[in-house]
């Protein structure tokens, strides 16, 4: 088992190089002139840009670029942003909010998704079902800037229960909106996979031994019913992480928070490459490490299941 | 051991279901062939038995004859708009109104149905194969297949969409239509079906009834495409389902953000992506592209549950 | 020009806007809140606004945009300031003086210090504005000093222009005459440098000293959310703080701040979020603000696009122009925060008049539309699609779609948007002109003139002249009016040299932006500045 994760972790190293590679690539490959911007509708000064491309090393071929900055990365130097900025500080802004946030959003979709998808599971074709299907129905076809604008609305502006947006005031409370937001999509497809794993292994013979064998419901439903269900449920919950991590640009922009997907989405606008591809190593860190853990899971859960 | 009774119980069913059912001499026959291809046969009986599957197929039909031959259902141009119809209450010939640019809102929603269909089902369909594989070899196969093939998936999963999208879009800049979006869509979409695969085809793939059809000599693909595939499939078809929503909404991010279908294509997505200037004053403009998009990803969501439970050998035994 | 630009999904509008109040009127007026405060004690609370992540250090000269623009403009106080209708007032300087309208004199006023304790002398002008004007030093602003003796934009060079006479006197030799230098001194690329700031530019970038109304507290720019200003008790113009101090909140989306204000979260807003456009004067009631500005949107199409040049390219553009029907868009799209236009100027500058012989070229008339189109087509015939190019992030969507539409049904030819998902790809492609088609355009003054709005966009070879405009008769013109004697006779000049451009349409003049915004009930005496800004120092919270 040891060895396993240590070979995991090992692995890291080529998916370092390949992603930063690749995404350094895919920066490089934007359309337009990035400096050019800079100077807004107004254009800007031919000699000032091209002092600008030379002090961020715009004006060398593309595998220089890249190799500047892995270089720099070795001494834990990410560059710099356009306005000067270290790319490390803007990482250490965004990464905590942004991990705080997706967390929650993690624990909510978890566990109203398990749960109501348990229940919907056990009474397949009751009304219960039929509600939750609807639910699921409701946050795929609804965007996600409806039901925060409209979250935000009621609960932010009309009633006054919670802050309508974060700002610089980063806590559970304000927090708790932007979380249930950011969870929803992900909420159907943990609701949707809950329910059908467990009204199939429902029907499975093993849980019909074990109610022969005089087992109570409630610990046939809890250890042999759902324990079986949630393999698919947590993988999809482990590479979910990551996504809720890097993809909240709605979320983030309804809500006013200084998140990661903001400022990766407003990096790839500007061209930044630095910012763009330090950010996204560290998401590609957070998809390994979830995607172990989440394998590791598989062997808890289901013991057939060996890593040698 | 609940998970290798499970296991035990599959594998007999499998191969001695048809004695217990003595009188229905046509399963006996079909199992002495011996191909388990048949339980394809099996499922579509099994289908044809189930209403769920009558009203989800009605239903899909009912969204393909509206994608294929719009003009049966509206003699509306789509892409006419005139402002002074902005926002327009229901008149005769104009049944949900106009929306904020005064075009007609039936026929816009009746036009986009091709687009956003189109978009959806390839994409979805891409992605099951694309995901599919990959997540079946690794899962199946593991060691330095699933070394390999995991690592790529999590490089994939950490490309920002939007970084994708617009490099992806920017190489068909003359020519963007439904398969440039597929083909965006795709690149981003496959690694969480290939992370869900894999994970259905590692729980499948340890059961007993695999062993036995290894020991009968099954070579391992084939053991991989008809024993363990058709027993890993409700995860997936259930990711896909959902899926399949999300990617007509995918559609709308891309068109909001000037990568997505040409302006001249009327899509749902970028109608629902157009309502979100008119959220305070009239969401009501919101409601018919959405709720088109609910309506077809219903239909493909009890076609998924009705499939899935004529798979399930467990299930159809009731 | 700065930059307005907020991006994001629910993106908004580019470019903002100046605002006074609800009335319907076009005259700037006092709002109903500042009738009552008019100018009173002052209050303790500390007002809170909404802004952006200033996108550069806070070194004025390389300041281009509205985020950090708004704090430099509370932080420094430079030679003059403008009061709400654009009027200049002299604030650190004591007099300017010409007499040719090339060489100024510039006397400053004795005992103002900078928050560190220097005095504000000549040399801290002259200093900052030879650093601003330094290739080398990469300025985004440099262009501001493009007038005065010895700017090079090739290579590092002294601007020789700038002499120091004493610690109170500086003289400024600019290369041409230019009627209206002295107006445009308010902006921020003028305003004067502490000697500490030379020592170390990067550190004054994060925690500039300046010598406005306020100052910047003690790691009071917390980045991406927000900057806390606090009173300076050394200042000593007109603009003194009437409050304890100003918080600008940045936010990444309109919508968000737009709710924290009806929340009371907030007690500033200068920009209402375009989906809140039909309903933000019933929420602000008498706090809402809604008036013309110094921002003019047009779309540019080149002299040498196809169709779009010659007599030809005259008859098109007019009957484009006559097709567009800008009351509609203005009134629906926009919900009355837009203007039509009825120039090439602004409403709020003075000089402005509706009247220029040839704007009826900007009024909707589909008979004529479709005449000019036909009488251009007998010319050579129109094919293919007519495109408008515009950047997603910046809330254009809506009007290009109007725009299009509205010459489509009009001239029954194609006519569609053309998006661009990145601004610096719409950028790159109008500096390199490879641009096909029609391209969305803008300006928002620098400084309330007239010449701003021209000069720098139609003139030969000028900097933002992005469609390759060159008329002998207007940059005569131009010329004339920058040399004028009076601001009157330049004026005059200046209506003269717009009666070229309706003729000849490099641009189509499409709206002015108003200033949109308002305030919650928490705050009183609430007035917006000529540039869309709200006149911060004189808000009132108790």
């Not at chain 2, 009203?55 to 003009?71: E, K, M, S, Y």
């Not at chain 3, 510039?106 to 801290?124: D, H, M, R, Y």
């Not at chain 3, 019933?282 to 169709?307: C, K, W, Y």
């Amino acid at each position: 088992m040891a060895w396993y994760i240590g070979r995991r972790l090992l692995q890291m190293v080529p998916v370092f190089l390949g992603a930063t590679l690749l995404i350094y690539a895919m920066v490089f490959a934007l359309p337009g002139d990035p400096v050019l911007a800079l100077g807004g509708d107004r254009g800007l000064n031919p000699a000032v840009a091209e002092q600008i491309r030379a002090e961020f090393n715009l004006d060398k071929p593309f595998i220089v670029q890249y190799l500047l900055y892995l270089q720099g990365i070795l001494t834990f130097d990410f560059g710099t942003t356009f306005s000067g900025r270290s790319v490390r500080d803007v990482m250490a802004e965004a990464f905590p909010v942004t991990f705080q946030l997706a967390v929650m959003a993690l624990v909510f979709e978890a566990v109203l998704g398990v749960a109501a998808g348990l229940v919907a599971g056990l009474r397949k074709g009751r009304l219960f079902d039929a509600t939750v299907l609807l639910v699921s129905l409701v946050v795929i076809a609804v965007p996600t800037f409806v039901i925060g604008f409209v979250l935000q609305f009621a609960l932010g502006v009309q009633w006054r229960l919670l802050p309508p947006t974060v700002g610089g005031d980063v806590s559970f409370r304000t927090l708790l909106m932007p979380a249930l937001v950011l969870g929803a999509v992900s909420l159907a497809y943990v609701l949707r996979l809950t329910r059908t794993s467990v009204a199939e292994n429902l029907s499975a013979d093993f849980v019909r031994t074990a109610t022969a064998k005089g087992l109570s419901r409630p610990r046939v439903v809890t250890v042999h019913v759902l324990r079986n269900s949630l393999i698919p449920v947590i993988t999809f919950l482990g590479a979910d992480l990551g996504t809720l991590m890097g993809g909240a640009i709605v979320t983030e922009g309804i809500f006013n928070i200084n998140g990661v997907g903001g400022t990766l989405y407003r990096a790839i606008q500007q061209g930044q490459a630095p910012t763009v591809v330090s950010l996204t190593t560290v998401l590609v860190v957070v998809y390994i490490v979830a995607n172990l853990f989440v394998d590791l899971l598989y062997a808890a859960l289901d013991p057939r299941i060996r890593y040698a | 051991m609940p998970d290798a009774n499970s296991s035990t119980r599959q594998h007999q069913e499998h191969f001695f279901a048809g004695v217990d059912q003595a009188p229905l001499g046509a399963v006996d026959l079909v199992d002495e062939s011996g191909a388990p291809a048949n339980l394809w046969t099996d499922a579509w009986r099994d289908l044809r038995r189930r209403p769920l599957f009558w009203v989800a197929a009605t239903l899909i039909l009912l969204v393909v004859v509206v994608a294929a031959f719009p003009r049966l259902f509206t003699s509306q141009d789509p892409r006419f708009c005139e402002l002074g119809n902005s926002l327009a209450s229901p008149s005769a010939g104009h049944p949900f109104g106009y929306d904020f640019q005064g075009c007609d809102i039936y026929a816009r929603t009746i036009y986009g149905a091709r687009a956003s269909v189109a978009v959806g089902v390839l994409a979805t369909i891409a992605v099951v194969l694309i995901g599919g594989l990959v997540g079946a070899v690794a899962g199946f196969f593991g060691g330095w297949f699933d070394a390999v093939l995991s690592r790529i998936t999590d490089i994939f999963f950490a490309i920002p969409f939007v970084l994708a999208a617009i490099v992806i879009m920017q190489m068909f800049r003359e020519n963007r239509n439904v398969i440039t979006v597929v083909l965006v869509i795709t690149t981003f979409g496959w690694p969480q079906l290939a992370r869900i695969t894999r994970g259905a085809v590692m729980s499948v793939k340890n059961a007993d009834f695999i062993t036995a059809a290894k020991a009968l000599g099954a070579s391992r693909v084939t053991t991989l495409a008809r024993h363990v595939m058709p027993n890993a499939a409700a995860p997936i078809i259930v990711t896909a389902t959902v899926a399949l929503g999300t990617f007509i909404v995918a559609e709308a991010t891309l068109s909001f953000l000037g990568i997505g279908l040409p302006p001249e294509i009327t899509s749902w997505g970028a109608d629902i992506a157009k309502a979100q200037r008119s959220l305070r004053s009239q969401p009501s403009v919101l409601f018919y592209p959405a709720g088109a998009l609910a309506l077809t990803v219903l239909s493909f969501i009890m076609m998924g549950d009705a499939v899935r439970d004529a798979l399930d050998p467990k299930a159809r035994k009731r | 020009m700065k930059i307005r630009r907020i991006t994001g999904f629910a993106a908004s509008v580019a470019v903002g806007a100046l605002a006074l109040t609800a009335c319907s009127g076009g005259e700037p007026a006092a709002t109903e809140s500042s009738a009552e405060g008019g100018g009173g004690g002052a209050s303790t609370g500390i007002v809170t606004v909404n802004g952006t992540e200033p996108q550069n250090p806070l070194v004025p000269t390389n300041t281009n945009e509205v985020g950090g623009g708004k704090i430099l403009d509370l932080v420094f106080a430079g030679l003059v300031y403008y009061d709400a209708e654009g009027a200049p007032h002299n604030e650190v300087a004591e007099s300017i003086e010409t007499e040719d309208a090339q060489n100024y004199t510039i006397t400053l006023k004795e005992g103002w210090t900078f928050t560190n304790g220097e005095p504000v002398t000549a040399q801290s002008f002259v200093d900052a504005w030879n650093y601003g004007a330094l290739l080398s030093n990469e300025q985004l602003s440099s262009y501001f000093f493009s007038e005065i003796e010895g700017y090079s934009d090739e290579t590092d060079s002294e601007l020789t222009g700038l002499e120091v006479v004493d610690d109170q006197t500086f003289t400024v030799a600019l290369s041409a005459p230019k009627a209206d230098f002295p107006l445009q001194l308010g902006y921020s690329a003028y305003f004067p440098l502490p000697e500490a700031a030379f020592e170390d530019m990067d550190a004054f970038g994060e925690n500039p000293i300046g010598n406005g109304p306020y100052k910047l507290a003690e790691g009071g720019w917390e980045h991406n959310v927000q900057a806390e200003l606090v009173p300076n008790e050394e200042y000593e113009g007109d603009r003194a703080a009437q409050n304890g101090g100003i918080t600008v909140k940045f936010y990444e989306t309109l919508d968000a701040a737009y709710n924290d204000l009806l929340a009371e979260q907030l007690d500033v807003i200068d920009e209402i979020p375009d989906s809140a456009f039909t309903t933000f004067e019933a929420d602000l009631g008498d706090r809402a603000v809604n008036m013309p500005s110094a921002i003019f949107q047009s779309f540019t199409i080149h002299q040498n696009e196809a169709h779009f040049s010659g007599e030809e390219g005259v008859l098109r553009r007019q009957a484009i122009s006559r097709a567009i029907n800008r009351e509609e868009i203005t009134e629906t799209i926009f919900q009355g925060t837009r203007t039509p236009a009825s120039d090439f100027t602004s409403p709020v500058i003075a000089g402005w008049s509706d009247e220029v012989e040839g704007s009826e070229v900007l009024e909707y008339d589909e008979a004529e539309a479709k005449d000019l189109w036909a009488q251009a087509d007998a010319i050579s015939p129109w094919e293919g699609t007519f495109t408008l190019a515009y950047n997603t992030d910046g809330g254009h969507q809506a009007w290009v779609d109007a725009t299009t539409n509205s010459i489509k049904n009009t001239l029954g030819i194609e006519a569609q948007g053309k998006p661009y998902a990145l601004f610096a790809d719409l950028r790159t492609e109008v500096t390199n002109r490879t641009i096909t088609g029609a391209f969305r355009t803008g300006w928002q003054a620098d400084y309330p003139g007239l010449y701003n709005f021209l000069a720098p966009i139609y003139a030969t070879n000028a900097g933002s002249n992005d469609g390759d405009y060159s008329n002998p008769e207007f940059d005569q013109l131009l010329q004339e009016g920058a040399s004028a004697g009076s601001v009157e006779e330049a004026n005059e000049k200046f209506l003269q040299a717009q009666e070229i451009l309706f003729q000849d349409l490099p641009a189509i003049p499409l709206w002015y932006s108003n200033a949109t915004g308002g305030s919650a009930q928490t705050v009183d005496n609430v007035e917006f500045g000529w540039n869309s800004v709200p006149l911060l120092h004189q808000v009132t919270k108790s």
